[in-house]
């Protein structure tokens, strides 16, 4: 699923600058919108599903990191990219980590991951922010 939605955000990108007209680009829009919306409840996901029990915290955080710390990272590299190639390039750039963040889902080593089934009250959890979070991006994009 977040290989798909990574794949998804990258031609999405891209299509941004192959296709000009307003409707193609409210309908790309609509449609990294709606991807992008998958990975807060991915990570949370493999959070759950990497640490133990008395781990959960110090996961997320570390994911956080992470997550951060990439963020970071593209927005420096997208600044340069912006000023000194073109700012059609800054969208290139976005596709490439998009296609690295998908092809990063395959380093995921399964022994890792716990497969029991979570107890009711995180599975609710889980859903209830992530509806929200589609709601909200849906109507601000």
Not at 30 to 55: C, K, R
Not at 86 to 111: N, P, R, T
Not at 130 to 138: N, R, S
């Amino acid at each position: 699923m977040t290989a798909l939605a990574g794949i998804v955000v990258a031609f999405g990108a891209l299509s941004i600058v192959w296709l000009p007209g307003l409707a193609a680009q409210i309908a790309v829009q609509l449609v990294i919108g709606s991807a992008v919306t998958i990975f807060p409840a991915v990570s949370s996901a493999f959070a759950l599903g990497m640490a133990e029990d008395n781990q959960l915290s110090k996961q997320i955080a570390r994911n956080e990191v992470y997550t951060h710390t990439g963020n970071v990272v593209f927005a420096l590299i997208a600044g340069a990219v912006g000023t000194f190639i073109a700012l059609q390039a800054i969208l290139v750039e976005a596709a490439v980590f998009a296609g690295g963040m998908a092809s990063s889902v395959f380093f995921i080593k399964k022994q890792r991951l716990r497969n029991e089934e979570l107890p009711p009250v995180f599975s609710r959890a889980l859903v209830q922010p992530t509806v929200l979070y589609v709601v909200v991006t849906l109507i601000l994009s």
